[in-house]
Protein backbone atom coordinates (compact mmCIF):
# COMPACT_ATOMS: atom_id res chain seq x y z
CA UNK A 1 0.00 0.00 0.00
CA UNK A 2 2.92 2.19 0.78
CA UNK A 3 4.55 1.56 -2.52
CA UNK A 4 1.47 2.13 -4.31
CA UNK A 5 1.32 5.73 -2.58
CA UNK A 6 4.73 6.50 -3.73
CA UNK A 7 3.68 5.76 -7.35
CA UNK A 8 0.82 7.65 -7.06
CA UNK A 9 2.68 10.66 -5.54
CA UNK A 10 5.25 10.32 -8.06
CA UNK A 11 2.83 10.45 -11.05
CA UNK A 12 0.88 13.17 -9.94
CA UNK A 13 4.24 15.52 -9.66
CA UNK A 14 5.78 14.67 -12.42
CA UNK A 15 2.12 15.58 -14.41
CA UNK A 16 2.40 18.67 -12.47
CA UNK A 17 5.86 19.34 -13.80
CA UNK A 18 5.12 18.83 -17.25
CA UNK A 19 1.97 20.58 -17.49
CA UNK A 20 3.19 23.99 -16.02
CA UNK A 21 2.45 23.26 -12.29
CA UNK A 22 5.65 23.02 -9.66
CA UNK A 23 4.96 23.12 -5.98
CA UNK A 24 4.26 26.54 -4.64
CA UNK A 25 7.52 26.74 -3.05
CA UNK A 26 9.68 26.54 -5.99
CA UNK A 27 7.25 29.33 -7.63
CA UNK A 28 9.03 31.08 -4.40
CA UNK A 29 11.87 30.36 -5.68
CA UNK A 30 12.20 30.94 -8.91
CA UNK A 31 8.81 32.89 -10.30
CA UNK A 32 9.86 36.37 -8.62
CA UNK A 33 12.85 37.03 -10.67
CA UNK A 34 11.21 36.28 -13.79
CA UNK A 35 7.84 38.01 -12.47
CA UNK A 36 10.52 40.92 -12.07
CA UNK A 37 11.85 41.25 -16.07
CA UNK A 38 8.02 40.53 -17.15
CA UNK A 39 6.34 43.71 -15.10
CA UNK A 40 7.19 46.18 -17.16
CA UNK A 41 7.65 44.22 -20.38
CA UNK A 42 5.15 44.41 -22.69
CA UNK A 43 5.00 42.44 -26.16
CA UNK A 44 3.91 44.02 -29.63
CA UNK A 45 1.46 41.78 -31.48
CA UNK A 46 1.01 44.24 -34.54
CA UNK A 47 2.18 46.82 -32.84
CA UNK A 48 -0.49 46.63 -29.74
CA UNK A 49 0.69 45.56 -26.07
CA UNK A 50 -0.01 42.67 -24.50
CA UNK A 51 -0.70 43.21 -20.54
CA UNK A 52 0.41 40.53 -18.36
CA UNK A 53 -0.47 40.23 -14.86
CA UNK A 54 2.93 39.10 -13.09
CA UNK A 55 1.99 36.64 -10.56
CA UNK A 56 4.26 34.57 -8.06
CA UNK A 57 2.40 31.03 -8.46
CA UNK A 58 0.96 31.33 -12.65
CA UNK A 59 2.78 33.04 -15.17
CA UNK A 60 0.08 33.22 -17.80
CA UNK A 61 -2.31 35.56 -16.42
CA UNK A 62 -3.41 38.61 -18.82
CA UNK A 63 -5.98 40.92 -19.84
CA UNK A 64 -7.50 40.06 -23.13
CA UNK A 65 -8.65 43.86 -23.84
CA UNK A 66 -6.34 46.55 -25.51
CA UNK A 67 -6.19 45.24 -29.28
CA UNK A 68 -7.52 47.48 -31.83
CA UNK A 69 -10.38 46.08 -34.34
CA UNK A 70 -10.83 46.32 -37.69
CA UNK A 71 -13.58 48.99 -37.08
CA UNK A 72 -10.94 51.24 -35.23
CA UNK A 73 -12.54 50.14 -32.20
CA UNK A 74 -10.66 49.09 -29.03
CA UNK A 75 -10.99 46.09 -26.59
CA UNK A 76 -11.83 47.17 -23.03
CA UNK A 77 -9.36 45.78 -20.42
CA UNK A 78 -10.49 45.25 -17.39
CA UNK A 79 -13.68 43.15 -17.86
CA UNK A 80 -12.21 39.86 -19.76
CA UNK A 81 -8.86 38.05 -18.16
CA UNK A 82 -7.30 34.39 -19.51
CA UNK A 83 -4.54 32.60 -17.13
CA UNK A 84 -3.09 29.25 -16.44
CA UNK A 85 -4.23 27.36 -13.42
CA UNK A 86 -4.45 29.38 -10.07
CA UNK A 87 -3.94 26.68 -7.23
CA UNK A 88 -0.72 27.71 -6.32
CA UNK A 89 -1.12 31.11 -5.88
CA UNK A 90 0.66 32.78 -3.11
CA UNK A 91 -1.15 35.43 -0.29
CA UNK A 92 0.81 37.74 -2.24
CA UNK A 93 -1.07 36.66 -5.87
CA UNK A 94 -3.96 36.49 -4.19
CA UNK A 95 -4.25 40.02 -3.20
CA UNK A 96 -3.37 41.32 -6.93
CA UNK A 97 -5.71 38.71 -7.80
CA UNK A 98 -8.35 40.73 -5.75
CA UNK A 99 -8.07 43.61 -7.42
CA UNK A 100 -9.10 42.80 -10.39
CA UNK A 101 -12.28 42.81 -8.86
CA UNK A 102 -13.50 39.46 -10.58
CA UNK A 103 -16.86 38.03 -9.88
CA UNK A 104 -16.48 34.78 -12.13
CA UNK A 105 -13.77 32.28 -12.95
CA UNK A 106 -14.42 29.68 -15.64
CA UNK A 107 -12.01 26.77 -15.67
CA UNK A 108 -11.75 24.62 -18.17
CA UNK A 109 -9.47 21.66 -16.67
CA UNK A 110 -11.00 18.04 -16.94
CA UNK A 111 -11.62 16.14 -13.31
CA UNK A 112 -8.23 14.28 -14.07
CA UNK A 113 -6.50 17.79 -13.63
CA UNK A 114 -8.18 19.14 -10.88
CA UNK A 115 -7.07 15.17 -9.04
CA UNK A 116 -2.97 16.09 -8.94
CA UNK A 117 -3.17 20.09 -9.50
CA UNK A 118 -5.67 20.82 -7.04
CA UNK A 119 -8.42 23.17 -6.95
CA UNK A 120 -8.25 26.82 -7.30
CA UNK A 121 -6.57 29.25 -4.61
CA UNK A 122 -9.10 32.65 -5.26
CA UNK A 123 -9.99 35.91 -2.83
CA UNK A 124 -13.20 35.44 -0.34
CA UNK A 125 -16.30 34.90 -1.68
CA UNK A 126 -15.14 33.80 -5.42
CA UNK A 127 -15.38 30.00 -6.64
CA UNK A 128 -14.24 28.81 -9.80
CA UNK A 129 -17.08 27.36 -11.72
CA UNK A 130 -16.16 24.04 -13.43
CA UNK A 131 -16.71 23.93 -17.50
CA UNK A 132 -14.21 21.23 -18.25
CA UNK A 133 -13.06 20.90 -22.20
CA UNK A 134 -11.64 17.80 -23.08
CA UNK A 135 -8.02 17.16 -23.74
CA UNK A 136 -8.44 13.92 -26.00
CA UNK A 137 -6.30 12.14 -22.87
CA UNK A 138 -3.29 14.09 -22.88
CA UNK A 139 -3.05 14.48 -19.56
CA UNK A 140 -3.45 10.62 -18.52
CA UNK A 141 -0.91 10.18 -21.54
CA UNK A 142 1.73 12.42 -19.30
CA UNK A 143 1.13 10.93 -16.32
CA UNK A 144 1.91 7.70 -17.88
CA UNK A 145 4.92 8.49 -19.77
CA UNK A 146 6.59 10.44 -17.17
CA UNK A 147 6.10 8.24 -14.08
CA UNK A 148 6.91 5.19 -16.06
CA UNK A 149 10.42 6.69 -16.22
CA UNK A 150 11.15 4.67 -19.17
CA UNK A 151 12.81 6.47 -22.08
CA UNK A 152 11.90 3.90 -24.58
CA UNK A 153 8.11 4.20 -23.85
CA UNK A 154 8.35 8.00 -23.52
CA UNK A 155 10.17 7.95 -27.31
CA UNK A 156 7.14 5.52 -28.12
CA UNK A 157 4.31 7.96 -26.95
CA UNK A 158 6.28 11.42 -27.51
CA UNK A 159 8.64 10.78 -30.11
CA UNK A 160 8.96 10.87 -34.10
CA UNK A 161 6.46 13.95 -34.41
CA UNK A 162 3.46 11.94 -32.51
CA UNK A 163 3.28 14.44 -29.54
CA UNK A 164 3.11 17.28 -32.53
CA UNK A 165 -0.03 15.03 -33.89
CA UNK A 166 -1.18 14.47 -30.53
CA UNK A 167 -1.63 18.20 -30.20
CA UNK A 168 -3.17 19.09 -33.80
CA UNK A 169 -5.81 16.66 -32.65
CA UNK A 170 -6.68 17.79 -29.28
CA UNK A 171 -7.30 21.68 -31.56
CA UNK A 172 -9.64 19.77 -33.89
CA UNK A 173 -11.84 18.86 -30.78
CA UNK A 174 -11.80 22.35 -30.19
CA UNK A 175 -14.46 22.43 -33.33
CA UNK A 176 -15.37 19.08 -33.96
CA UNK A 177 -16.55 17.91 -29.94
CA UNK A 178 -20.52 19.26 -29.29
CA UNK A 179 -19.18 19.05 -25.62
CA UNK A 180 -16.19 21.77 -26.02
CA UNK A 181 -18.20 23.67 -28.08
CA UNK A 182 -20.96 24.16 -25.41
CA UNK A 183 -18.34 24.62 -22.74
CA UNK A 184 -16.73 27.46 -25.32
CA UNK A 185 -20.48 28.89 -26.25
CA UNK A 186 -21.57 29.05 -22.64
CA UNK A 187 -18.30 31.10 -21.54
CA UNK A 188 -18.89 33.78 -24.26
CA UNK A 189 -22.54 34.20 -23.52
CA UNK A 190 -21.75 35.34 -20.17
CA UNK A 191 -18.68 36.93 -21.62
CA UNK A 192 -21.54 39.34 -23.37
CA UNK A 193 -24.09 39.44 -20.51
CA UNK A 194 -24.46 42.97 -19.37
CA UNK A 195 -25.04 42.05 -15.71
CA UNK A 196 -21.70 39.85 -15.36
CA UNK A 197 -18.90 41.47 -14.17
CA UNK A 198 -15.06 40.89 -15.18
CA UNK A 199 -14.78 37.25 -15.96
CA UNK A 200 -11.39 35.01 -15.98
CA UNK A 201 -11.00 31.48 -18.00
CA UNK A 202 -8.28 29.05 -17.90
CA UNK A 203 -6.83 25.47 -18.18
CA UNK A 204 -3.43 24.14 -17.03
CA UNK A 205 -1.09 26.23 -18.94
CA UNK A 206 -3.42 28.66 -19.91
CA UNK A 207 -2.02 28.14 -23.87
CA UNK A 208 -4.33 25.61 -25.34
CA UNK A 209 -8.11 25.62 -24.56
CA UNK A 210 -7.57 29.28 -23.13
CA UNK A 211 -5.56 30.20 -26.31
CA UNK A 212 -8.65 28.71 -28.20
CA UNK A 213 -11.04 30.53 -26.29
CA UNK A 214 -9.50 34.08 -26.53
CA UNK A 215 -8.34 33.45 -30.02
CA UNK A 216 -12.38 33.10 -30.55
CA UNK A 217 -13.16 35.55 -28.66
CA UNK A 218 -10.97 38.54 -30.14
CA UNK A 219 -11.93 37.34 -33.73
CA UNK A 220 -15.61 37.66 -32.79
CA UNK A 221 -15.07 41.11 -31.43
CA UNK A 222 -13.78 42.30 -35.07
CA UNK A 223 -9.71 42.55 -33.69
CA UNK A 224 -7.85 40.97 -37.21
CA UNK A 225 -7.08 36.97 -37.31
CA UNK A 226 -2.97 38.43 -37.39
CA UNK A 227 -3.26 40.23 -34.20
CA UNK A 228 -5.49 37.70 -32.71
CA UNK A 229 -3.13 34.63 -33.58
CA UNK A 230 -0.32 36.78 -32.03
CA UNK A 231 -2.06 37.26 -28.70
CA UNK A 232 -2.40 32.64 -29.22
CA UNK A 233 1.24 33.11 -29.41
CA UNK A 234 2.43 35.20 -26.98
CA UNK A 235 2.03 32.14 -24.00
CA UNK A 236 5.49 30.76 -25.45
CA UNK A 237 7.48 33.97 -24.60
CA UNK A 238 5.27 34.24 -21.35
CA UNK A 239 6.04 30.20 -20.09
CA UNK A 240 9.52 29.79 -21.84
CA UNK A 241 11.73 30.08 -18.76
CA UNK A 242 9.20 27.95 -16.41
CA UNK A 243 9.03 25.03 -18.72
CA UNK A 244 13.02 25.42 -19.71
CA UNK A 245 12.83 24.92 -15.71
CA UNK A 246 10.37 21.87 -15.50
CA UNK A 247 12.61 20.10 -18.46
CA UNK A 248 15.67 20.79 -16.62
CA UNK A 249 14.04 19.66 -13.03
CA UNK A 250 12.67 16.67 -14.99
CA UNK A 251 16.19 15.48 -16.35
CA UNK A 252 17.72 16.06 -13.13
CA UNK A 253 14.89 13.69 -11.11
CA UNK A 254 15.85 11.20 -13.46
CA UNK A 255 12.31 10.91 -14.63
CA UNK A 256 13.08 11.81 -18.36
CA UNK A 257 16.44 11.34 -20.26
CA UNK A 258 15.20 13.29 -23.22
CA UNK A 259 12.55 16.07 -21.38
CA UNK A 260 12.67 18.19 -24.94
CA UNK A 261 9.99 15.45 -26.11
CA UNK A 262 8.33 17.69 -24.07
CA UNK A 263 8.55 20.95 -25.89
CA UNK A 264 6.00 20.13 -28.49
CA UNK A 265 3.35 19.65 -25.39
CA UNK A 266 4.61 22.49 -23.63
CA UNK A 267 4.53 25.08 -26.69
CA UNK A 268 1.65 26.56 -28.77
CA UNK A 269 2.34 26.57 -32.07
CA UNK A 270 0.57 28.31 -35.30
CA UNK A 271 0.31 24.60 -37.02
CA UNK A 272 -1.51 23.62 -33.98
CA UNK A 273 -4.34 26.62 -34.07
CA UNK A 274 -4.11 25.88 -38.29
CA UNK A 275 -5.38 22.81 -37.50
CA UNK A 276 -8.47 24.20 -35.44
CA UNK A 277 -9.35 26.64 -38.11
CA UNK A 278 -9.02 24.40 -41.20
CA UNK A 279 -11.38 22.07 -39.75
CA UNK A 280 -13.22 25.15 -39.13
CA UNK A 281 -13.32 25.86 -42.90
CA UNK A 282 -14.47 22.29 -43.71
CA UNK A 283 -16.64 21.55 -41.04
CA UNK A 284 -18.35 25.69 -41.07
CA UNK A 285 -17.13 27.14 -44.51
CA UNK A 286 -15.37 29.65 -41.73
CA UNK A 287 -15.39 31.71 -38.49
CA UNK A 288 -18.42 33.05 -38.77
CA UNK A 289 -19.92 29.89 -39.68
CA UNK A 290 -18.45 28.21 -36.53
CA UNK A 291 -19.95 31.33 -34.21
CA UNK A 292 -23.43 30.80 -35.63
CA UNK A 293 -23.88 26.97 -36.11
CA UNK A 294 -20.44 25.27 -34.84
CA UNK A 295 -21.11 27.57 -31.14
CA UNK A 296 -24.91 28.45 -31.63
CA UNK A 297 -24.30 32.15 -30.95
CA UNK A 298 -27.35 34.50 -32.58
CA UNK A 299 -26.50 38.03 -33.94
CA UNK A 300 -27.92 39.45 -30.69
CA UNK A 301 -25.08 37.43 -28.40
CA UNK A 302 -22.83 38.93 -30.76
CA UNK A 303 -23.64 42.13 -30.61
CA UNK A 304 -24.04 42.60 -27.23
CA UNK A 305 -20.60 41.05 -27.06
CA UNK A 306 -19.57 43.83 -29.55
CA UNK A 307 -21.13 46.73 -27.40
CA UNK A 308 -19.82 45.15 -24.18
CA UNK A 309 -16.67 44.88 -24.97
CA UNK A 310 -15.37 47.19 -27.62
CA UNK A 311 -15.11 51.18 -27.36
Known amino acids: MRRARIRLATAATAAALALGTLPAAAYAAAAPATAARTRHHQ ?19 RDVGGY ?6 QVRQGLVYRSDALGKLTAADITTVSGLGLTKVVDFRIPM ?12 GLSPTSRPVSDLGLYGTLVGAISSGDPVKQEQMLGGGRAEAYMRDVYRTFVTSPENRAQFATTLREIADGGQGPLLYHCTSGKDR ?3 MSYVLLRAL ?81 AKLQNKLVR
Do not use: C, H
Open 113 to 124: ELQYDGADRLPP
Open 210 to 212: TGW
Open 43 to 61: LQPSSQAIRQIPLQGAVNL
Open 68 to 73: YTYSGG
Open 222 to 302: GVPQETAGSDYLASNTFRAAYDAQVRAGLKQSGRMQNPDLLIPLQEVRQDYLDAATARMEADYGGFYGYLTDGLGLDLRTL
